[in-house]
């Protein structure tokens, strides 16, 4: 069949004009039009679980780990080992230096609020990452504190369902952010 293709850029182009009863697909063919039956005229489309691979699971994956980690990394410093013991506290500067750089030029905003978020992001992963580092070297020294009982399993198990949890508040308040524009 032939198209003169005016149907097809039009309604790829922009959804600013699709009706709610209208029922077309987006660019990548996912239906936008919501459960309710309501179009996405306000620009907001609906996450679906290709989304969910990539940069946000990757970093709520690597955030559970680092929270296991730096649970051990809390037990010993408040316990037989100081901050820094590990390794030099300029290299944890380093980590905050790095994860900033990273988070800033990752970032699709531009301007303030990426400066904020790279600056939380490198706050929050730069002292999950010390502490993780921390516990790394105790578990080294003591691996029967996780060992015992399985306690490491059951650390980890809680920590990803946080880190999960996490990124999921995290993805509603953007989500509620941007519906309030």
Same mark, same amino acid.
Request: hydrophobic residues 45%.
């Given at each position: 069949?032939?198209?003169?293709?005016?149907?097809?850029?039009?309604?790829?182009?922009?959804?600013? &004009?699709?009706?709610?009863?209208?029922?077309?697909?987006?660019?990548?063919?996912?239906?936008?039009?919501?459960?309710? &039956?309501?179009?996405?005229?306000? &620009?907001?489309?609906?996450?679906?679980?290709?989304?969910?691979?990539?940069?946000?699971?990757?970093?709520?994956?690597?955030?559970?780990?680092?929270?296991?980690?730096?649970?051990?990394?809390?037990?010993?410093?408040?316990?037989?080992?100081?901050?820094?013991?590990?390794?030099?506290?300029?290299?944890?500067?380093?980590?905050?230096?790095?994860?900033?750089?990273?988070?800033?030029?990752?970032?699709?905003?531009? &301007?303030?609020?990426?400066?904020?978020?790279?600056?939380?992001?490198?706050?929050?992963?730069?002292?999950?990452?010390?502490?993780?580092?921390?516990?790394?070297?105790?578990?080294?020294?003591?691996?029967?504190?996780?060992?015992?009982?399985?306690?490491?399993?059951?650390?980890?198990?809680?920590?990803?369902?946080?880190?999960?949890?996490?990124?999921?508040?995290?993805?509603?308040?953007?989500?509620?952010?941007?519906?309030?524009?």
């Amino acid at each position: 069949m032939a198209s003169t293709g005016d149907d097809e850029d039009a309604s790829t182009a922009s959804n600013a &004009g699709i009706e709610p009863s209208d029922e077309r697909a987006g660019p990548s063919g996912t239906d936008l039009t919501r459960a309710d &039956g309501s179009g996405t005229s306000d &620009g907001v489309v609906p996450a679906t679980v290709e989304d969910a691979s990539g940069y946000g699971l990757s970093l709520t994956l690597v955030g559970g780990v680092l929270l296991a980690l730096a649970y051990y990394g809390y037990i010993a410093v408040t316990g037989p080992q100081t901050l820094g013991q590990a390794i030099p506290g300029p290299f944890y500067l380093l980590v905050f230096a790095l994860l900033f750089v990273l988070e800033l030029f990752q970032s699709r905003e531009r &301007g303030a609020i990426a400066v904020v978020r790279a600056t939380v992001l490198a706050l929050f992963y730069g002292g999950l990452t010390a502490f993780a580092i921390e516990g790394s070297v105790y578990l080294w020294r003591n691996p029967s504190v996780a060992l015992n009982g399985y306690v490491g399993v059951t650390v980890l198990a809680v920590s990803l369902v946080v880190a999960a949890l996490a990124y999921f508040l995290y993805l509603s308040a953007v989500e509620s952010n941007a519906a309030g524009k």
